[in-house]
Every structure is written in C-alpha cells, then in structure tokens.
C-alpha cells in the first residue's frame, strides 16, 4: 500500500490510511511475484545463473523458504543475498524507539507493548527503509551466544536499578535486532557447534533463551546462510538438526562459458577512467585471461576442492590492464594495446588465488600460474589455427614448417618489455611465416587485434612443442626447437 510514510506518524494514522503488516516472507513472497508477472528481472548483475540458481532460488521464497547457499568461493553467494533486499517493502513502519522493529499491529518486546497500552492510537511510529533491513555476519570461531543472541547487561540493570530477574536487563544481540530483516551468516561451517545449536528454536519454534531468560520473542526473519562445501571437512560443519530447519539448500557453481565470465570480469574490475583510455585490450586477450582459470579449475596442480574463485579472473584483469599502462607511462605513449608478453604481469594475481596440492607445490606457485597461462594458449590455439597433433609422422608437412624453418635457420626472435608500439608491430611484422599464416588462416582478423593473435601463434608453437620460449630479463626469446639443443644453448 502506497503511503506518505513522512505524514503518517502515529498508529491511529496508519490505521486510518488501511495499512496491513505482512511477515517479511510474506512480503518478499509478494514483491517476487510482482516481477515474475511484469518479467522484470529480479536478481541483476549476476550472470551465469538465469536457467539454475536463479529459478531455485525464486522457488526458495515463493516458498517462504530459509535458504543456505552452497558453493565454492568466488560464486556469488553473498551478492545473491544481498540482492534480495530489492524484493523487500520500500519503507515498513516501527514502534518508534524499539530495539527490535517492532510491528505496530504486532507488537512483540515489552517496551512496544507497552508504549502501545499507554499511548493507543497516539503511539509514534517511524519508518525503516529496505536498506536498513540487511544484516550480515561472518560466522567465525570467536561468534558467541551472545553476540547472536544476546546477553545480561549489568550496566544496564545498575542504571535502571533493576534486578538479574528482570527481562528488561537483557540486551539483545545481532538476530533479534534483525527482527523484520534479512540476516545473512557467511561461512555457516566455521560456526561452532554450540552456537548453531542456539538457532534451533529461533528458526523453527519462535523463542530465545537467554542466560536462562525463555523469551517468547516470534522474530520474523528471513535468514540466509551460505557455506563452502570445503569447509564440511576442514574446519566444520552444519549440524545435522540445524540442517533440517533449513528449507532450501541451493547449490552455486562457477561460470560455464568464457563469455559469461568475461561479462563478470568486465562488470567488477575496479578500473580508472585514465587506465582504460589508455590501455586497449584485444577480445582474445580477454578470452584468454578467461582461460586461465577454466585450466585453473582443471589443473591437476590445482586443489579443485577449493575452487578457483571469480576474483581472480577478475584481479588478474585488473594487473593485466595495470601491466600495459605502466609500460605506457614508461616509453610516455598516449595509447598502447594489451600484449601476450603483458600476461606475465597477471602472475601475482592467480598465485594468490589458487591453492596448491602437494605436486603443486613441488613445482612452485610461479611455476604453476606460467603452466596455468600456457595451458590456456594451449586451449584457444585451435580455433584459430589448425590444429598440431601430438603425433604426427615423419617428413609430414605441416602449415608450420616454413615458420619452424625461419627460426631453424635464424638465431631466435627477441621480443622485448619496454619495446614501444612501433617497436613491437615492427619486430612481429618482420617474420614472413607468420604474416602468412595470419593472412591464410584469419584474414579477416581485426586488424587493430592481430599483433596479439601473432604473439598468440608463437606461444601457441611453444605450447605444442614446435618452438622453444625464454624468459631473461628484458623480455621473451623464441628458438627453433632443436636447434637450440644442437647448439647447446
């Protein structure tokens, strides 16, 4: 019901203008409803989940379902909760002063109670925004009774003169304070048994318990809990009863295509204006950053338990565009385009996202994230070039041979960090081979793009055993292969 919640201040105002209160399951029941019909979208900015999470979640409120969230790192679960928020009332009124947002058709703490019994209709009520009704806290070892519950407050009982068997001592923690709210806890596993246990009745049967105080307390909640599947044998677990109040479990999973992930990449990179003016970055050089944690996700170094989070796809991007504008800053160019070389720059982003089994670390998170990179050229090469068969018979030509034979009869190919624009297209341009092989396999390739296509054929040979790759100090150096064993370098 559409109210001026700034004139309507009193409850016999809100009687008179025929509000009628809802529970917020209810409420978000309704507003979802509403979207459905209209076809308005209801969880915005999260890609990837429109035919899966999405309709399970929506069928989790339609429901009036609690809900926990189930997925690896990085898959969006908080931001979904989040969300929801949009699917509540703009503005519901409150028992002006009241600890715990008192409906004022359904009051529910002894102070609403009260003020209600001795002001009737003359009662003040204020108005709460939906934004002031989302709650969250992260479940950690140190989370105690008290902080969710809440506890007796001495202070409070010496000021009011009140003795320990006084309800009124009682200070409520975070849920109770949450009455009429959504109340999100992260990592519901790294919660300590006897704490979920404390929620058992809050989510079925309506009371508290508080330093043996039984309040009858009806909250009305929406809560939302999210978990890592990890963490259900590393460092805890949901409680099989706390488990069965749950009404919904619904599982999150990481995007399933490149061009989904690009769209989150591109929509959570915290980039300046001046970086992205500065800094032009193929599509290729997109997909592969993609890449890389698809192979992540795969890699037999990679703890795929674990997960490879989003935000490495998405830190990485962030360093890749870093990368290139600070070789721009350095030779004082106006303009620059992402190069293949610049990818080494990603490197300190996937070390810190990936966790590491024991071969893993054998080899070294360096060492991992260059295969992690290698591996994703490995993956795009074929569908823009032939693809190379890992065995191929002896004397068979190949649409590689005339370039294998322009660094067989060379001594290699140096491309260079600090090389300016010119410098790069010029050292790239002056390989025959492979312009051929641009103009025979991607004519059409834009040509603002192709420079990184070129890098992407010589790494491409590298992956696939037809070239040699080195890294020294200034930059890359490609060999023949075998020539660099026959000559011992």
């Known amino acids: 019901m559409k109210l001026n919640y700034k004139e309507t201040t009193t409850l016999g105002e809100l009687k008179k203008a025929g509000y009628q209160g809802k529970s917020i399951k209810d409420e978000l029941r309704d507003n979802l409803r509403e979207k459905i019909k209209t076809g308005e979208e209801t969880f915005t900015g999260v890609w990837g989940y429109e035919n899966s999470v999405i309709p399970e979640l929506e069928r989790a409120i339609l429901s009036r ?15 979904l909760a989040r969300l929801m928020v949009n699917l ?9 002063g009241s600890e715990i947002n008192d409906d004022p058709f359904n009051p529910i703490s002894r102070y609403a109670k009260q ?36 506890d007796v407050d001495p202070i409070k009982a010496a000021n009011l003169k009140l003795s320990y068997a006084d309800d009124r001592v009682i200070h409520f923690g975070m ?21 979920q246990v404390s929620l058992f009745n809050i989510l079925q049967e ?14 009305d909640i929406q809560f939302v809990f ?13 409680v099989t009863p706390l488990k069965d109040r749950i009404g919904s479990q619904i599982l999150t999973h990481y995007p399933e295509d490149i061009e989904t992930a690009r769209k989150i990449t591109e929509q959570e990179s915290n980039l300046d204006a001046r970086q992205t003016n500065l800094v032009y970055v193929p599509d290729l050089a997109k997909d592969l950053l993609e890449q890389i944690s698809f192979e992540a996700r795969e890699s037999e170094y990679v703890d795929f338990k674990s997960g490879v989070s989003a935000r490495a796809s998405i830190t990485a991007f962030e360093n890749l565009l870093s990368t290139a504008e600070r070789r721009a800053l350095l030779s004082g160019a106006d303009k620059t385009n992402v190069r293949l ?16 089994v024991y071969e893993g670390e054998q080899e070294g998170a360096d060492a991992v994230a260059e295969k992690l990179i290698d591996d994703a050229v490995k993956s795009l090469f074929p569908e823009y070039f032939p693809k190379i068969n890992k065995l191929e018979r002896k004397n068979e030509e190949t649409p590689y041979d005339n370039l294998a034979h322009w660094f067989f009869e060379g001594e290699g190919f140096e491309l260079l960090d600090d ?49 040699s790759k080195h890294r020294f100090t200034e930059g890359y150096q490609f060999k023949d292969l075998y020539g660099s064993f026959i000559s011992g370098l």
């Open 175 to 195: 849920i109770p304070r949450a009455n009429r709210s959504i109340f999100v806890i992260n990592e519901l596993p790294d919660l300590q048994a006897r704490i």
């Open 206 to 219: 309506g009371d508290i318990q508080i330093r043996g105080f039984k309040l009858r307390l009806p909250l």
């Open 88 to 96: 509540l009332d703009e503005w519901i009124p409150i028992v002006e």
């Open 65 to 79: 379902h609690n809900i926990n969230l189930l997925g690896l790192r990085g898959q969006a679960k908080t931001r």
């Open 419 to 467: 090389y300016t624009d010119e410098e790069y297209k010029r050292a790239l341009d002056s390989i025959p081979a492979l312009n051929q092989l641009i103009r025979e396999y991607q004519p059409d390739f834009p040509g603002k793009d192709v420079y990184f296509l070129k890098e992407l054929l010589l790494w491409g040979l590298v992956a696939f055993k037809k070239l």
């Open 341 to 356: 070389s610049d990818f080494l720059g990603v490197i300190p982003s996937i070390t810190g996202k990936i966790e590491l």
């Open 226 to 238: 999210t978990a890592n599947p990890e963490d259900y044998t590393n460092r805890g677990s949901i």
């Open 115 to 150: 003020r209600i019994a001795e002001l009737g209709d003359a009662t003040p009520i204020s108005w709460l925004h939906r934004n002031d009704r989302f709650y969250e806290k992260l479940a950690t070892p140190d989370v105690t009774v008290a902080d969710l519950i809440g």
